[in-house]
């Protein structure tokens, strides 16, 4: 785990492009510090964080990715808050950045993702276009009765985890 430059304890200006390359520092340093093999690297991405992975995604090789409360695209979440975001033209919003739909239509390595139909800070609507439009491997676990980066009940969450790292051979 990191903080994003700006987030937290860590020192930097937050912005989208700063939290990507965090990602990918991240990832760099597992690899050439740790010396964990890509395969074995599991990318991670919580709300915002759905978008810091998708994008490692495109930029290193991951042996898996899980979605928790993850968006589709930054635009389609943005626009979920702010309803007028919808009326602005597509060439207004900066195209690979955080733009999950683009990354999951090619080939990628397995995807979980989880996610509580009644989120109301990213909507479950979300999760349903990524896991129509996204080509498999994948999976999506919906928890009822629940909200924003729920595991769901008695660990269901961390159950799907398990299972998914060993279908995969993760």
């Not at 898996?64 to 808050?81: E, H, L, N, P, R």
């Not at 060439?91 to 993702?113: E, I």
């Not at 790292?165 to 993760?170: A, F, G, Q, S």
């Amino acid at each position: 785990m990191y903080d994003y430059q700006g987030y937290g304890q860590s020192e930097g200006r937050a912005s989208l492009q700063n939290a990507c390359d965090d990602g990918v520092a991240a990832y760099d340093y597992l690899v050439k510090e740790e010396h964990r093999q890509p395969k074995d690297i599991i990318g991670f991405g919580e709300s915002l964080g759905s978008g810091v992975t998708g994008q490692l995604v495109t930029k290193r090789t991951l042996g898996g990715v899980i979605f928790q409360s993850g968006f589709a695209s930054m635009k389609t979440s943005g626009a979920d808050s702010l309803f007028w975001l919808k009326y602005y033209p597509d060439w207004c919003f900066p195209r690979q950045m955080m733009d999950n739909v683009a990354v999951f239509t090619k080939p990628h390595p397995p995807l979980l993702m989880s996610h509580a139909r009644e989120d109301k800070v990213v909507r479950y609507e979300n999760a349903l276009e990524l896991y129509t439009k996204a080509i498999p491997p994948k999976t999506l676990l919906t928890f009822e009765g629940a909200g924003h980066g729920t595991v769901g009940k008695a660990g269901e969450f961390y159950v799907a985890i398990r299972k998914f790292l060993k279908d995969n051979n993760l």
